[in-house]
């Protein structure tokens, strides 16, 4: 079979900017003319293997970065948003999407800030929301999904924050105790760390610098909330540089992210990047044992596991997904061409909603999307109890997986027909084109109808192209 051309472009203009070098002088360094290079900036060409070839020797370039990012992301959120009814019998083909995502993906991102936007004024007015009308209301995301929208974008990967974990807790790659450097860090900045019964998970009283830990909570978890208040205490400065690349329009959003940046540095620190990837080579990505082996919670491991993204030394690339018993998705990255719905939930044939009926267990699922791309997926629930009798428990689950051809390094394959039969799924119903589908919800919102008042099948209506 042929191989696929490669086209990347923006990659290419991106990394030369970083560089800070002409086209010309940069042609030089890749032993190729100028029209060459300006002609493969512009996806006229391909970029071919010497010139992939001199990237990596002369540059250090990680190849893996001019097939992956956002690319696969932004087509599957532009399909998402034109089939929303505004737009009409637009459909343009997907192969004019990629080529707008890889060709000009500053337009494509703005486009979908654009249709974001029209979204939330269109609900706002919808509900009589108290904003409509205050002359200061902008026509920006909400803080939560600007926040989202930017792990979603950085491949859920942040090296600098990531490698300064690492170092924090793993120097030399060797992995300390994370409770016992996390008490040690806090006493000597002068925090008195206190366990106590009360419900708030974590509490930091900065005029007595006393830290409380809830003796609710469970280990894994206390040691994430001591190791989140260690990467706010000495890690701010680079946190807030962090903060300033991302631009956030609001300072709303921006204490969201900085929530979200300690949350990574804990994460990072629990499960340190070299030490955590070569366990889960050997364990073969077992979730428990994994957790046994560094103290985590199974939510943790998976979602650490869908973060090894470093250039030049990442993991298989997994989907993580959370979501709770109505559907709706809390959590979700993918560094896999599987991408998730931005409104609404996740596809009903997926076997995540069904972990809810087996607590405790693991659920394997051999899935395929309507592009013809086939995955393992797991999926568990991960109820979080209150700590008492009265206290509500939280319900949610979660679902990792990756595409079938790496299915044999995880040990949850084991047993499974590789081969055989596999289940269809989708990312939604209103983008979803399958026509058969028993489960349907809604309507494909980029495919006509026919209605029929003397015939019925499993829906009212037949889809047809």
Request: aromatic fraction near 8%.
């Amino acid at each position: 079979m042929a191989s696929q051309k490669l086209y990347a472009g923006a990659k290419l203009r991106e990394l030369r900017a970083t560089l800070g070098a002409t086209q010309k002088a940069f042609a030089s360094k890749l032993g190729i003319s100028l029209p060459y290079l300006n002609q493969m900036e512009n996806n006229h060409r391909p970029i071919s293997a010497g010139v992939v070839l001199a990237l990596a020797q002369e540059f250090g370039l990680d190849v893996t970065v001019l097939t992956t990012g956002d690319a696969e992301r932004m087509v599957a959120d532009m399909r998402e948003a034109l089939a929303d009814p505004v737009f009409g019998a637009a459909n343009p083909p997907v192969a004019d999407l990629r080529l707008a995502a890889s060709n000009a993906p500053a337009l494509a991102r703005a486009f979908l800030d654009l249709h974001r936007a029209y979204r939330q004024t269109h609900e706002q007015l919808a509900s009589l929301d108290e904003a409509l009308g205050r002359s200061e209301a902008a026509l920006r995301p909400s803080p939560w999904e600007e926040v989202r929208d930017f792990f979603h974008y950085c491949d859920n990967y942040l090296d600098a924050i990531d490698r300064a974990a690492e170092h924090y807790s793993a120097p030399s790659g060797l992995r300390k105790d994370p409770l016992f450097i996390a008490s040690d860090t806090l006493t000597r900045a002068g925090v008195d760390v206190q366990f106590s019964d009360e419900p708030l998970i974590r509490r930091f009283d900065r005029q007595t610098a006393v830290l409380e830990i809830s003796t609710r909570a469970s280990g894994p978890t206390q040691r994430f909330q001591m190791l989140h208040q260690v990467a706010l205490l000495t890690q701010n400065d680079l946190l807030e540089a962090t903060l300033d690349l991302a631009r956030f329009h609001t300072s709303e959003a921006r204490d969201i992210a900085k929530i979200g940046l300690a949350n990574y540095f804990a994460g990072a620190a629990l499960l340190p990047y070299r030490a955590f990837q070569q366990a889960a080579l050997e364990t073969r990505h077992d979730l428990e044992r994994l957790a046994d082996l560094f103290g985590a919670s199974i939510e943790q491991v998976a979602h650490r596991l869908s973060t090894l993204q470093r250039p030049g030394a990442k993991g298989i690339p997994f989907f993580f997904v959370r979501v709770d018993q109505a559907g709706t998705v809390t959590k979700r990255h993918s560094a896999t061409r599987f991408q998730f719905a931005r409104y609404g939930g996740a596809c009903p044939l997926w076997n995540v909603h069904r972990a809810f009926e087996t607590p405790g267990r693991f659920l394997r699922q051999l899935a395929e999307t309507p592009d013809g791309v086939r995955y393992l997926c797991l999926a568990r629930d991960v109820s979080k109890p209150g700590g008492s009798f009265q206290a509500p428990v939280r319900r949610f689950a979660i679902a990792l997986g990756c595409e079938v051809q790496h299915a044999a390094a995880l040990v949850y394959a084991d047993g499974l027909d590789l081969k055989g039969k596999f289940e269809p799924i989708g990312i939604s119903c209103r983008i979803c084109e399958r026509q058969g589908c028993h489960q349907r919800s809604v309507p494909p919102l980029e495919r006509r109808l026919k209605v029929d008042a003397d015939r019925r099948g499993l829906l009212p209506y037949e889809i047809i192209d």
